[in-house]
Nanobody, 121 residues
Framework: QVQLVESGGGLVQAGGSLRLSCLAS????????MGWYRQALGKQRELVAH???????NYADSVKGRFAVSRDNAKNAVYLQMNSLDPEDTAVYYC???????????????WGQGTQVTVSS
């Protein structure tokens, strides 16, 4: 079993910064893709940022130039540095990862429980 646990959410004023962390634990052979999604109230969950095992990055247009995703493979962790936050960034942020639990098994997709980010104007 694999667990993803996010931390670092909270309340911040517009223009401020937050850094989200997600640590994966459990039976892990390798983590392939890792990423962050968010879901605002009344809206669908959307991709925020994504990083492959090789370090290729992908961002939603709305966060390009403001957010930065990174990972630490030794710690099974992924991070999201969020700068110049805007009230439109208010949402629950979810960590997502494709995890192989054994070398011969296909990766399975896992979600964290989410962390609330609230940006006040």
């Amino acid at each position: 079993q694999v667990q993803l646990v996010e931390s670092g959410g909270g309340l911040v004023q517009a223009g401020g910064s937050l850094r989200l962390s997600c640590l994966a634990s459990g039976s892990i052979f390798r983590i392939n893709n890792m990423g962050w999604y968010r879901q605002a109230l009344g809206k669908q969950r959307e991709l925020v940022a994504h990083i492959t095992l090789g370090g290729m990055l992908n961002y939603a247009d709305s966060v390009k130039g403001r957010f930065a995703v990174s990972r630490d493979n030794a710690k099974n962790a992924v991070y999201l540095q969020m700068n110049s936050l805007d009230p439109e960034d208010t949402a629950v942020y979810y960590c997502n990862a494709d995890v192989q639990t054994r070398a011969w098994m296909k990766a399975q997709n896992y979600w964290g429980q989410g962390t609330q980010v609230t940006v006040s104007s």
